[in-house]
């Protein structure tokens, strides 16, 4: 058993250990192979709406996402222009001629509705799609419920994910939040909520500046976690209809993110995902989970395991539970 666990790490740290350079052969069932496997590629799209929206899509693109399309609109022509972002849409052309929502929520509404056909275009065809943005402002808030509603009528398992305004943005904003809020969970499978406030919870001294790229931060793994367990090969990987049994009329969750590198680091990233500030909720009474494990390239299946057997412990008997596993290295 001994020299069979030593030549499957050999194979694992070199994979063409052993093959001669004709080994495998193209043919025509291959070909087929191919040809069945694009056909069941589920389509993946992000759509960052207004300027909070469009900073997550350019922390994705730095980043890279796995097998999704990823575009920003934005009624401020100037942002989007500086943007790095390869995909982009002005909506509301005749109605802000590019000036921007005022942070008024109907203005952005509005733009979005005259912007309907090329919204669209970009949810045609897709599987999935992600709605993020910041709630409060005027873009964002009023053009991501537009956004969600043709995602859905189009077919696609629809997920939003937002962030709620920092107290310090005022009251008028985190009213527009709210009934954004309201809006996009009667349009979404799913709508996944960040309170920025949280955040300071982290790290109280933190500059208001800093804190918005940490919610950036915060959107963007989340949107890569759930889309590169589809995509991505792992040591354990879901299928859209694993992710789909979940999201699929979810109404509200939260996220946690924790991460440990000790002796226990199974347990202990548990607990730190579970006391995250930004899971504002007490998961005993969960219904459904989706947990991403990541590790570096040596986390076996065993300590995969574990960490999920540590959720287990923690949520609701009968609550449905999905999980995979993925290698960064």
């Known amino acids: 058993m001994e020299s069979i666990i030593k030549e499957a790490m050999l194979r694992a740290d070199d994979p063409h ?76 052309r005749n109605k802000t001629r590019g000036l921007g929502a005022g942070s008024l929520p109907q203005v952005g509404e509005n733009a979005a509705e005259e912007s309907r056909e090329d919204i669209k275009q970009l949810v045609d065809g897709a599987d999935m799609v992600f709605i993020t943005c910041g709630l409060g402002g005027g873009t964002g808030t009023g053009s991501s419920p537009i956004v969600a509603e043709l995602a859905r009528d189009a077919g696609a398992l629809t997920i939003s994910i937002v962030t709620m305004p920092f107290q310090a943005e005022g009251v008028i904003r985190r009213n527009n939040a709210e009934a954004g809020l309201e809006r996009l969970r009667d349009v979404s499978d799913t709508v996944i909520v960040v309170p920025n406030d949280r955040l300071l919870d982290i790290a109280p001294r933190l500059p208001l500046q800093a804190a918005f790229k940490v919610a950036d931060e915060v959107l963007m793994r989340a949107v890569k976690g759930i889309t590169e367990l589809i995509t991505k090969p792992g040591l354990v990987n879901l299928d859209f209809a694993d992710v789909r049994t979940i999201m699929q009329k979810g109404g509200v969750a939260m996220i946690g993110l924790g991460e440990s590198s000790g002796d226990e680091k199974a347990a202990e990233s548990v607990q730190r995902a579970l006391r995250s500030p930004l899971l504002d909720i007490d998961i005993s009474g969960a219904t459904s989970a989706l947990v991403n494990v990541v590790g570096g390239p040596d986390m076996s299946v065993a300590e995969a395991e574990h960490v999920i057997e540590e959720v287990y412990e923690r949520i609701d008997s009968d609550a449905r539970l999905i999980w995979g596993a993925t290698v960064d290295p």
């Open 17 to 92: 250990r052993g093959r001669s350079e004709d080994h495998h052969i193209r043919t025509g069932e291959d070909q087929e192979l191919e040809k069945v496997l694009e056909e069941l590629r589920t389509n993946i799209c992000v759509i960052g709406c207004g300027g909070a929206g469009t900073n997550t899509i350019q922390r994705m693109e730095e980043e890279g996402i796995t097998g999704a399309d990823i575009y920003a609109i934005n009624t401020d022509a100037q942002h989007l222009l500086d943007a790095r972002v390869s995909n982009k849409l002005l909506i509301g």
